[in-house]
């Protein structure tokens, strides 16, 4: 009989790549890894991984028993969910990981919302960037990712997560007060090919946002200065060390006393913003009112195309 959690290793070293990436991602040593894999080939009677010098990937077999491996770690979640139903398990802590904003936009309104509809669930919140969040569900280190579309991102028809559309929001542009466009009511992103921009560092999904936005209106951004802190970004717009795009809540609250802020002409650059959970885990009745708090709390986020 095949050992639940040796598929659990499975795919953490389908999902990681290497041995050493999945031992950390599960909170054992390689060495324990390795013996789980062994084990697994010992069970099944085929060959899963094959080991060489940049990592582990799976054989042939190992991505058959993958696909099932995906299908049965669902089937538990739900086993998981019914058990947690049939307890009337209505109290406990739920983790979530989100990201800044999204803490401020969705989460911590549906923490309130959870404490008047749920007020046996405790959420713990992780702190988390927007391409960060969904790898800690599939490692079962967190619970609920808050996360945001990026490049390399798990997609809907992903059978390992079942995922819930929360809100959208545009990109505007950020301009310093004495720029050229300052007077226009909406910006171009190609009348700014020529300028130095500041954007998020690479791996974080707005930067790809800004790049593809760049390379759609047919140049390469030349970003010279780099932060994952927009109030950074805007001080540094502030101070006339370039232009940017940042994503309209993120300017909430912001002291915009040095910069313009602009929408964007034509179809503007969006950052789309979801939940995921591990596929079968979404009718646990725990996780449930979490993701309706969230889907709640989204509907109310008003993010339209008015002028920064």
Not at 13 to 26: G, I, S, W
Not at 137 to 146: H, I, N, T, Y
Not at 167 to 183: G, K, N, T, W
Request: with cysteine.
């Amino acid at each position: 009989m095949i050992d639940a959690r040796r598929l659990r290793t499975l795919r953490a070293v389908a999902d990681h790549r290497t041995v050493t990436a999945a031992a950390a991602a599960l909170y054992l040593t390689p060495s324990a890894v390795s013996q789980q894999l062994a084990a697994l080939e010992q069970e099944t009677g085929h060959r899963l991984v094959e080991r060489n010098a940049r990592g582990a990937r799976l054989t042939a077999a190992g991505e058959i028993l993958l696909t099932h491996t995906n299908a049965v770690l669902a089937q538990l979640e739900r086993a998981e969910a019914e058990l947690a139903a049939y307890g009337a398990g209505d109290a406990g802590t739920v983790t979530v990981a989100a990201f800044a904003t999204g803490i401020g936009l969705v989460l911590a309104p549906a923490i309130t919302a959870l404490g008047v509809s749920a007020p046996g669930i405790r959420v713990r919140v992780q702190d988390a960037e927007g391409d960060a969040s969904v790898p800690m569900v599939l490692d079962r280190q967190v619970d609920v990712a808050v996360a945001v579309e990026y490049r390399g991102a798990p997609g809907e028809d992903d059978r390992r997560l079942t995922r819930v559309p929360l809100y959208s929001e545009p990109f505007d542009a950020v301009l310093p007060v004495r720029h050229r466009l300052a007077d226009q009511e909406q910006v171009a992103v190609a009348d700014l090919a020529k300028d130095t921009w500041i954007g998020p560092y690479p791996g974080n999904p707005c930067h790809d946002v800004v790049v593809l936005a760049c390379q759609y209106a047919g140049f390469e951004p030349s970003l010279q200065h780099s932060s994952d802190d927009f109030h950074a970004v805007v001080a540094l717009a502030g101070a006339d060390a370039g232009v940017a795009l940042v994503p309209r809540s993120a300017l909430r609250g912001m002291d915009l006393t040095d910069v313009v802020v602009r929408p964007v002409h034509g179809s503007a650059p969006t950052r789309r913003v979801f939940a995921a959970v591990r596929r079968g885990a979404e009718a646990h009745p725990l996780i449930a009112p979490v993701l309706d708090a969230l889907a709640g709390a989204a509907g109310g986020v008003g993010l339209g195309r008015g002028t920064g």
